[in-house]
């Protein structure tokens, strides 16, 4: 029961408790996603490809929340309680759902929480790297409590249970909301401004990313178990693995180097975790993501904050693209599941990520010139 306060400890957070409670919340219901997809297929007797559009209707909500946020809403307590009593209705109906399509709207609430919970804390961060590094470290965090513990839930007590647990899980932050600000008010109208060329890139380089690396990641758990031959609690450790490996790339405290570097790393164990069903080519591959794609997310965000006139602007607008690309991934994945086709899945994802690697690389050229020149 100490390994959590330990593990908090170890990472010397500094960002406001409740906000970090609800990132953590948020990112609890996220890491259930690739669980719950088989279950959802066996419940509903549909393919898991169909199931994976669950995983996109909840992005969705993403997207729209994330993109709106920023715009109309201020970071104060009635938003705070919001996203808490919307995440606690939206998975208590998903508990309760007859059919696919009423589990589709549920989850596509859901996602507007999560949206919302995901804007509240980056828009504080973003731009800082010590706060980004803090907020970064929250979702590796929670993953390695919290993949067991799904995968257990799932076999005790089935799929409605879990969404039970993760109701109020996505509740509990209501327990902190006497921490911000009661403020109550829309945003007032200001001029927003458009991104820089640059930052144009940048965010269509993270979308990108995540439409390639959603579209393998969500099937992992289903690649791990179906293709792999690995247990459920033996694919739900891996991917405590990937959360671990994540944690040291969320606090590094040195030069993190290129995000298209990291990026590329991630590409290439996109294309290994589906392409190659071993066992050891699994772990490697989903351990390695948690590091390499955590290392490139700050700095990612930190080269959008510099090369943007007005940095505060971009943080709903990093949030809502990269939330796109994975609205499309698992659909993109879906297709290429349903077809059978792993080894094509895994040379698209890499595909994508690679061309987004490489426009990152182009956009920071003077650092990484630098870099190759020191």
Same mark, same amino acid.
């Given at each position: 029961?100490?390994?959590?306060?330990?593990?908090?400890?170890?990472?010397? =957070?500094?960002?406001?408790?409740?906000?970090?409670?609800?990132?953590?919340?948020?990112?609890a219901?996220?890491?259930?996603?690739?669980?719950?997809?088989?279950p959802?297929?066996?419940?509903?007797?549909?393919?898991?490809g169909?199931?994976?559009?669950?995983?996109?209707?909840?992005?969705?909500?993403?997207?729209?929340a994330?993109?709106?946020?920023g715009r109309?809403?201020?970071p104060?307590?009635?938003?705070f309680?919001?996203?808490?009593?919307?995440g606690?209705?939206?998975?208590l109906?998903?508990? #309760?759902?007859?059919?696919?399509?009423?589990?589709?709207?549920?989850?596509l609430? @859901?996602?507007?929480?999560l &949206?919302?919970?995901?804007?509240?804390?980056?828009?504080?961060a973003?731009?800082?790297?010590?706060?980004?590094?803090?907020?970064?470290?929250v979702?590796?965090?929670?993953?390695?409590?919290?993949?067991?513990?799904v995968?257990i839930?799932?076999d005790?007590?089935? =799929?409605?249970?879990?969404?039970?647990?993760?109701?109020f899980?996505?509740?509990s932050? =209501?327990?902190?909301?006497?921490q911000?600000?009661?403020v109550?008010?829309?945003?007032?109208?200001?001029?927003?401004?458009?991104?820089?060329?640059?930052?144009?890139?940048?965010?269509?380089?993270?979308?990108?990313?995540?439409?390639?690396g959603s579209?393998?990641?969500? !099937?992992?758990?289903?690649?791990g178990?179906d293709?792999?031959?690995?247990?459920?609690?033996?694919?739900?450790?891996?991917?405590?693995g990937?959360?671990?490996a994540?944690i040291?790339?969320?606090?590094?405290?040195g030069?993190?180097?290129p995000?298209?570097?990291?990026?590329?790393?991630?590409?290439?164990l996109?294309?290994l975790?589906?392409?190659?069903?071993?066992?050891p080519?699994?772990v !490697?591959?989903l351990?390695?993501?948690?590091?390499a794609?955590? #290392? &490139?997310?700050?700095?990612?965000?930190?080269l959008?904050?510099?090369r @943007?006139? !007005?940095?505060?602007e971009?943080a709903?607008?990093?949030?809502?693209?990269m939330?796109?690309?994975?609205?499309?991934?698992?659909?993109?994945?879906?297709?290429?599941?349903a077809?059978?086709?792993?080894t094509m #899945?895994?040379?698209?994802?890499a595909?994508?990520?690679?061309t987004?690697? =490489?426009?990152l690389?182009?956009?920071?050229?003077?650092?990484?010139k630098?870099? #190759?020149?020191?």
């Amino acid at each position: 029961m100490q390994v959590p306060v330990r593990l908090l400890q170890a990472a010397r =957070l500094n960002v406001k408790p409740a906000v970090l409670i609800a990132m953590a919340s948020s990112t609890a219901v996220f890491t259930a996603t690739p669980f719950v997809l088989g279950p959802i297929s066996d419940e509903f007797d549909v393919s898991v490809g169909a199931a994976g559009w669950m995983s996109t209707a909840q992005l969705a909500g993403f997207v729209i929340a994330s993109w709106a946020a920023g715009r109309f809403l201020r970071p104060v307590r009635s938003v705070f309680i919001t996203i808490g009593l919307l995440g606690l209705v939206a998975n208590l109906s998903s508990a #309760m759902a007859p059919n696919l399509a009423v589990m589709g709207g549920t989850r596509l609430v @859901s996602g507007v929480s999560l &949206g919302l919970a995901a804007w509240f804390g980056w828009q504080d961060a973003f731009g800082d790297t010590q706060k980004t590094g803090d907020m970064a470290v929250v979702g590796p965090l929670v993953g390695v409590i919290l993949a067991p513990g799904v995968a257990i839930v799932l076999d005790a007590a089935g =799929l409605r249970w879990l969404f039970v647990v993760l109701a109020f899980v996505a509740a509990s932050p =209501l327990a902190f909301a006497h921490q911000i600000s009661k403020v109550d008010r829309l945003r007032p109208h200001q001029t927003r401004h458009a991104p820089t060329r640059a930052a144009r890139v940048i965010l269509a380089s993270l979308g990108m990313v995540t439409l390639g690396g959603s579209s393998v990641f969500v !099937f992992a758990a289903a690649i791990g178990t179906d293709l792999v031959g690995f247990s459920a609690v033996t694919v739900s450790l891996v991917f405590s693995g990937n959360a671990l490996a994540a944690i040291p790339a969320a606090k590094w405290v040195g030069r993190r180097g290129p995000a298209g570097l990291w990026f590329g790393c991630t590409a290439a164990l996109a294309f290994l975790l589906p392409t190659i069903h071993v066992k050891p080519v699994f772990v !490697f591959a989903l351990v390695g993501w948690g590091f390499a794609f955590v #290392m &490139g997310i700050p700095a990612a965000f930190n080269l959008l904050a510099s090369r @943007s006139n !007005f940095p505060q602007e971009r943080a709903g607008d990093a949030q809502a693209v990269m939330a796109a690309g994975r609205v499309f991934g698992p659909i993109m994945g879906g297709t290429f599941i349903a077809a059978g086709q792993t080894t094509m #899945m895994g040379l698209a994802a890499a595909t994508v990520m690679t061309t987004a690697a =490489l426009l990152l690389l182009y956009v920071d050229r003077t650092h990484v010139k630098a870099l #190759m020149t020191a």
